[in-house]
């Protein structure tokens, strides 16, 4: 049962129980502006999109539970289990947003086409962003956008869209604001109902649709950073994407190793934070690729991903040991981010491993180290040690059959889902999709001469027997 059916019928019961008798519609679509057709129609989402950087939590951003549970209970405008957020940058500052793609299972959607909907429709957002190079205009009032930009997500599912600072506030009617009291502070717009006093963009990334994603709504609001100082003296930096755990990489304090295919191409992203755990905004940082001395072997290309959200990748120099193979110079974002993309060209590596948890192999490792640090800041840097390894490839559809007595066994191996037919002198016509890797088939046939047919996964074998 959805939430917004239990919630309904709670409601019900409750206005049944103290006087008002019984009601036909559900309870929540009174509570929203706009008549409903059918308040079910969000609620079984194909695909799920969350912002995975910066991560934006309660502490660090305005999280507006009002509007989720309007925009999906109340209404069904949007897939249930959306988020929305909002959250204050400094003017004159990049955003790196990297959004991860997934079933509702939970499976990453590698290869996918997200749009990112900037300056949707009908959020007034005023604020002339540049989305990987193109320009949005003022959200208009009506369901188009300022612009829709498209992206692919890589072998995890992940997509970074890269936000620029608008030029001037004015431009379009707003204004920009004074620097917040604090990151739960309400923003100008929602203080003053008047989006005039505010200069901000508002995006959802997009795969279907708004009604059958689940996605994660983000809401920029640029502010004055006059009184800010981006200086400072001590920053950690960290892997935030891709999502490392304990349950698909082996995680330490100053280092983190996962595994991926030969020949992947990746995003990462690096954050620093300072040591009171704010932003290490605008901070010059350099990003090492195959760190001297550590014994990295790997065969990578890496590039910083620029302002027209594509990176330059620049081969690394594995004819390097003691030295860097290649360093990489940029500047953090308005979250203490900087994104680049990896890609590793080895033809071979490391056996399969039992799982992503498994100890690196002390022997015939082929890996890549990666590693960022602020330029003459001190504190400690994660290093993300990239293990490629070959998958095993495909196992081969085999077919046997064999006859005892009056009983004909078919065994086919390594063909689960795959079509198939058997077909036997004398009885009908058999058609399956064997469920394990190994299916044994039994069947009883009378005396004489048994022709024997079996077709699966594009092989085929004939027999014939004898029975007496």
Known sequence: MSLKKLSAITATVMLSLVGFGAISTPAHAADCPYPVADQTANDHPKDV????????????????????????????????????????????????????????????????????????????????????????????????????????????????????SPDDCTAYGGVLPDAPANAGADTANDRNADPTTD???????????????????????????????????????DVVAPTLDDTNSIAGDALAQTYSLVGSKQIVVFQALKGDNSYARNHAVTVVINKANSGANAKISAGLIGLNGLATLTPADSTKTTADQLVLHGTTDAFGNVAFVISNTDTSGELPPATKTTAVPSTGAVFGNFIATLDGVSGVSKTLEEHFYKAAPPAVTSITAVAVGKKITVTIKNAVGKSSTITITGKAKVTLKPTSATQVLNYTVTKGVKKVVVVSNGKTLTKTFTIK
């Open 49 to 164: 999109i969350r912002l995975i950087s910066p991560v934006l939590t309660d502490d660090n951003s305005i999280h507006r539970y009002d509007f989720e549970s309007q925009f999906t209970i109340d209404c069904d405008w949007f897939g249930v289990g959306m988020h929305f957020n909002q959250v204050y940058v400094p003017f004159g500052l990049t955003t790196n947003l990297t959004f991860h793609a997934a079933t509702p299972a939970g499976a990453p959607l590698a290869f996918t086409k997200v749009t990112l909907r900037a300056n949707k429709g009908y959020s007034n957002s005023n604020a002339a962003v540049r989305i990987n190079g193109i320009k949005a205009r003022p959200a208009p009032s009506n369901a188009s956008d300022g612009a829709d930009v498209a992206g692919t997500t890589d072998v995890n599912g992940n997509v970074t869209f890269v936000v620029k």
């Open 199 to 237: 200069c901000y963009s508002q995006f959802l990334p997009q795969i279907t649709s708004e009604k059958t994603d689940t996605a994660d709504f983000v809401e920029l609001h640029y502010f004055n950073p006059a009184a800010l100082d981006y200086t400072t003296d001590t920053a950690n930096v």
